[in-house]
């Protein structure tokens, strides 16, 4: 039962390619999440979506881009990668509902040089 | 928007004091939800709260929701080097598809 899954674990990019960041579920939960944690600012939301082919922004969602064609896979790509977005992220899901639980992915490593 | 503060941000104790951290939100919140984070981990699910006034224990750990459901507090007795790790409170504002997360409060202690 491996639940949710984030790859890679860690990533080193260069100033303005792109990368995707992956975030597989295995629960078919309806609601999944990306959220960064920077020092000091605790986990700010970026994206989240209802299900699949339904996703909006959350409080800073300038400079990715998210898509979710299948229910269990929820994908982060940064378009042209800057240094402001070296962060751990961590991927969420819960179950469709009020009173949900969120369960999160190891988190991925991003550092951009 | 929402905006979730917790304070204090760092607490450095003693083991075998106690500890308290608070939560804050601007918004009223249906319901409110804790999560530790230890070091190098991920936020992992403690409780949930959903009335107001409402006060839930477990073990050495006591959580409360304030009477106007925007603050909230999680207590702990007696730390213990296993409670070591950031604290972060989290609730949805009205619609309960976006979850934010307070800013955490993190916890050292001293053995």
């Known amino acids: 039962d491996a639940g949710i899954t984030q790859s890679p674990r860690y990533k080193i990019t260069e100033t303005g390619r792109q990368v995707t960041l992956m975030c597989h579920q295995t629960?078919?939960?309806?609601?999944m999440f990306w959220y960064r944690q920077d020092l000091g600012h605790g986990l700010r939301l970026i994206y989240y979506?209802?299900?699949?082919?339904?996703?909006d922004k959350g409080e800073v969602p300038d400079g990715y881009v998210v898509s979710r064609s299948k229910t269990e896979n929820f994908p982060l790509t940064l378009e042209s990668a800057t240094r402001s977005q070296t962060s751990v992220y961590f991927c969420?899901?819960?179950?469709?509902?009020?009173?949900?639980?969120?369960?999160f992915g190891q988190g991925t490593r991003l550092t951009v040089v | 928007g929402q905006q979730v503060m917790q304070i204090p941000q760092y607490q450095h104790v003693q083991e075998g004091e106690d500890f308290t951290t608070y939560c804050n939100s601007s918004t009223t919140l249906s319901n409110i939800q804790w999560y530790k984070q230890r070091p190098g981990g991920h936020p992992v699910f403690l409780i949930q709260l959903v009335k107001s006034g409402e006060v839930k224990k477990q073990k050495r750990l006591t959580f409360q929701f304030g009477e106007a459901k925007k603050n909230s507090s999680l207590h702990i007795t007696a730390t213990q080097t296993t409670d070591v790790g950031t604290y972060f409170c989290?609730?949805?504002?009205?619609?309960?598809?976006?979850?934010?997360f307070g800013t955490g409060t993190k916890l050292q202690v001293i053995p």
């Open positions: 969420a899901s819960r179950r469709q509902g009020m009173n949900t639980e969120a369960f």
């Open positions: 989290a609730g949805p504002p009205g619609g309960y598809q976006k979850v934010t």
């Open positions: 979506s209802a299900a699949a082919d339904i996703t």
């Open positions: 629960w078919s939960h309806s609601y």
